[in-house]
């Protein structure tokens, strides 16, 4: 037995655990490295014993996780080649499937997203297939929690969902909690802080039922993160220590690094620097020490808001960007979007506006991709007050407005009932029983109360029927001005919810037709070094970008549809279908091909109309493979920038959609070289009306445009290209919405 023990003690004396080892931990401690070192012992018992061992020693030391996961995944994996009974092979897989689980957790921690979504993905569908309800649950929990950190709202949201399904189903108290958690974090990250603040008051209730402190703490660190939202900073504060003092209980330290951070968040907002700083730093400390980026980066970020605070600038912006680097090395884009918030307000108050205005513009991308309300709101006010420095009052405005529509759904009165009411509600059924005595008095003084009501109702009913007599008079006299009045405000009450409920409409179209755009940090990871310029002209937009990969080929696009704002938006999501359908469900790879399946399924789509429907959609679509190119398009042409030449590749002069006498698109193929940059385009940027004559910008200037900037790196031209479209239009309308992509090879 002693192999095997003198690893485990070497570990946890290595690490500096402080985790005391309760009687029972000890003896099944002691019991499992027995059957580690029993060369007789079965690979169901290797197995089990090494995951079981892990399970009891991570807190610890998570490397002591990964190291002995992955001796039971060899040993599961290997055994489970053999022809074993159904009985030893289900225990094989319980076993793996808990090792890949924990794996995955060892990456996510480390901010190795990547590899912890094919763990957690591996790992769910090895409890698939064993049945176990409990494990898919705890896998579909995982895997949305990755897609909660991507910005990956929706996804993450259906992950949870379908995890607190089962765990109903099972009646699993704990993980209905953790989920139940879950689910109000994705609410609160939308703004939806009503909802949020249900699902965390319930997640509560069930870990005081079952005794969970970890739990409990959890849950209450959450609800002062709603209460710290709301302004109600003493509430929050009460509710971090209270969180903070169970978790020193436990001995959880990332945990405590969480409450520390969040402790010290609300002494910084009441203006105790030297406190908060305090807090900050212990926080930084132990994240430091237990190896979690995510934690690191907030920290720093929090530091660098200190630093600020006191004027020391060059110290914030140090603290700044190393927050911004981790964040960026985990994939974390909420806190991207922060980092890149506060360095651009230091360039703001240094009086570097150019470099201010690039990071903000950076952060309200990320900030409206992932759809946070907090994230936009103080990145709207930055924009803002820039944009005012440069004396650009309409677009200062208009981030002002968008600034208070922000602040409103974060802070609105029905907020602060919905907190006030659930912190009753919380007290009330804290409270079992009251005081018979207690009670009867309390009776006493309210029928007393209700007399002296009564008496004091009776003299102001007089005294009202007085004054009633005079306004009988007076209301005789305003009765017509008032029922003109009342038919003007009834009007505009009328006009006004119809906006209202057209506006809501459009809003949650919005968010429709965002989910069917490929998330940025996908499209990074297949063209790394690219940029997407998509500029609805309305709210929604007929214009879309879609990207796929299939069979080691990227495939990506610009689309315009027919029309734009509502009209051009539903024409989208159909030929958006389409492309999908083409790709995915006809393995189609080749540009040509796939355009003219997709106006195969489109045209199909609408004669399923009673009237004629002649939408449809232009586009340029590319297919890269290596250092292979091809291209179909209809209407949108391909530009490549080689050697400081454009060679262009004109499309079929043909939609996708209804046509008469189609033909087959048409797909050119070319040989990249190094240094090609690769533009595609719908027509909404060089139709743009504006300059000193007010006339279109045109594809020639476009051309001069993109030649001038070869120089510069993609995000930088994108910033360019904007700029540029911005100050061409001027005071004018925008005509039409605007997608620009570049690639460079």
Known sequence: ???????????????????????????????????????????????????????????????????????????????????????????????????????????????????????????LKTYEKTGNKAGIALAL??????????????????????????????????????SLNNIGFLYQNKGQIKEALDYYSRSLKIYEEIGDKRGIAMALNNIGLIYKSQGQVQQA???????????????????????????????????????????YDRSHKIYEEIGNKDGIATALNNIGSIYKTQGEIKEALGYFNRSLKINEEIGDKEGIALSLNNIGDIYKNKGQIKEALAYGLRSLSISQEIGSPARIKSTSILLSQVYEKQGKGMKALE?????????????????????????????????????????????????????????????????????????????NRLKVTRKQKGVIEQQ???????????????????????????????????LKDSFILYKPKDIVAGDFYWMEHKDGKVLFAAADCTGHGVPGAMVSVVCNNGLNRSVREHSLTIPGEILDKTREIIVQEFKKSEEE???????????????????????????????????????????????????????HSFDLEKGDAIYIFSDGYVDQFGGERGKKFKAKAFRELLLSIQDKAMEEQKITINKTFETWKGDLEQIDDVCVIGVRV
């Not at 910005?151 to 209905?176: M, N, P, V």
């Not at 009776?458 to 009202?464: E, F, P």
């Open 1 to 123: 037995m002693k192999p095997i023990s003198y690893i485990i003690l070497f570990l946890i004396s290595f690490n500096g655990v402080s985790q005391i080892f309760s009687d029972e931990q000890l003896f099944q401690i002691d019991s499992l490295t027995a059957v580690i070192n029993n060369p007789n012992s079965h690979d169901t018992s290797l197995a089990g014993s090494y995951v079981t061992l892990s399970e009891i020693l991570y807190i610890s030391s998570i490397d002591t996780l990964k190291y002995l996961c992955e001796k039971a995944k060899i040993i599961a994996e290997t055994s489970l080649l053999n022809d074993n009974p159904a009985k030893v092979q289900k225990s094989l897989r319980e076993s793996l499937a808990l090792s890949l689980n924990n794996i995955g957790f060892v990456y996510n921690n480390n901010g190795q997203v990547k590899e912890a979504l094919d763990y957690y993905s591996r790992s």
């Open 141 to 178: 929990n995982n895997i949305g929690y990755l897609y909660k950190n991507k910005g990956q709202i929706k996804e993450a949201l259906d992950y949870f969902s379908r995890s607190l399904k089962i765990r109903e189903e099972i009646g699993d108290k704990e993980g209905i909690a953790l």
């Open 237 to 279: 504060l009460n509710y971090y220590n209270r969180s903070l003092k169970l978790r020193e209980e436990i001995g959880d330290k990332k945990s405590i690094a969480v409450s520390l951070n969040n402790i010290g968040f609300v002494y910084n907002n009441k203006g105790e620097i030297k406190e908060a700083l305090d807090y």
């Open 399 to 475: 981030m002002y407005k968008l600034y208070i529509i922000m602040k409103d759904s974060i802070n609105n009165e029905e907020t602060q009932k919905a907190a006030t009411q659930q912190q009753a509600k919380y007290a009330y059924e804290k409270q079992k029983t009251i005081d018979d005595t207690a009670h009867e008095k309390l009776i006493a003084i309210e029928q007393e109360e209700k007399e002296k009501q009564q008496i004091l109702t009776r003299a102001i009913a007089v005294g009202l029927g007085l004054v009633g007599i005079f306004l009988l008079f007076v209301l």
């Open 492 to 526: 505009k009450e009328s006009v006004e919810e119809a906006h209202k409920e057209i506006k809501d409409s459009i809003n949650y179209a919005k968010r429709i037709q965002s989910a069917i755009l490929p998330p940025m940090k996908v499209v990074k990871e297949y």
């Open 613 to 667: 429907v002649k939408d449809g959609m232009d586009i340029a679509l590319c297919s890269i493979e290596g250092m292979k190119l091809q291209y179909a398009g209809a209407h949108n042409p391909l530009w490549i920038i080689r050697n400081g030449e454009i060679i262009e590749t004109k499309a079929n002069k043909q939609p996708i959609g209804q046509f008469d006498n189609p033909e087959p698109y048409t797909t």
